[in-house]
């Protein structure tokens, strides 16, 4: 079992459609987690971190953290095709020191 | 202010060659990470600085990889005999935070694409 587990999509949703990123992960001593998003060929971007549990709301992204479940969640409302991206959960934290633990990402297509 | 700069951008080495990363963090930053980025996989981790002390190297996948920080703040990855396994984009990343803190952003550069023939 991987560490930090997305599905690699690609995940299609039309124009001002809600885009919903899912994420597990395996260590419960996780503490951070981390929101990416990374165009073609760019670095990673950071969009938002959470570390207790229940929603965190920035601008149209919300962030939601289950650690009960083992689960962090991304939401896009009112999604753009500029939001078009592979988007990456990253989580610190616990056995793993200050490193970030990455899943594979899921690639995100927005169709206007 | 500048976010984390990396060099060269792109590098081609032939197979044995031995190669230089360098990564330029943001001011301030105390910890700085390596890592490496296969083409369609998310980015894992190779090695952590706090300042100049190198806490972790766990995740560096043979003794050809080498990394230092000196004087805690411009840092280098060096590997050594490149193979073609080695081919990957190498990010750095840098955060103002040490390890242990829950906000612990990492703030990327562009990253090195290194390609060995």
């Known amino acids: 079992q991987k560490e930090v587990e997305q599905n690699s999509g690609p995940l299609s949703v039309p124009e001002g459609a809600i885009a919903s990123l899912n994420c597990t992960y395996s260590?419960?001593?996780?503490?951070?987690f981390f929101w990416y998003r990374q165009y073609s060929g760019k670095s990673p971007e950071l969009i938002m971190f959470i570390y207790s549990n229940g929603d965190k709301e920035d601008g149209r992204f919300t962030a939601q953290l289950n650690k009960a479940s083992q689960y962090v969640s991304l939401l896009i409302r009112d999604s753009q095709p500029s939001d078009s991206a592979t988007y990456l959960c990253?989580?610190?934290?616990?056995?793993?020191?200050?490193?970030?633990?990455f899943g594979q990402g899921t690639e995100l297509s927005v169709k206007p | 202010g500048a976010g984390v700069s990396q060099s060269p951008r792109y590098k081609v080495a032939k197979r044995g060659q031995d190669v230089a990363l360098r990564c330029d963090p943001i001011s301030g930053h105390v910890s700085l990470f390596w890592y490496q980025q296969a083409l369609g996989q998310g980015p894992e981790f190779l090695t952590y600085?706090?300042?100049?002390?190198?806490?972790?190297k766990s995740g560096l996948p043979s003794d050809r990889f080498f990394a230092e920080r000196p004087e805690g703040s411009v840092s280098t990855l060096k590997i050594q005999r490149t193979q073609k396994e080695d081919s990957a984009v190498y990010l750095c990343?840098?955060?103002?935070?040490?390890?242990?803190?829950?906000?612990?952003?990492?703030?990327f550069g562009p990253g090195t694409r290194l390609t060995v023939l």
């Open positions: 260590d419960r001593g996780s503490q951070s």
């Open positions: 990253a989580v610190n934290g616990g056995n793993q020191g200050g490193k970030l633990i």
């Open positions: 600085f706090q300042n100049e002390a190198q806490l972790d």
């Open positions: 990343a840098s955060s103002w935070r040490a390890q242990g803190s829950l906000n612990n952003e990492q703030f």
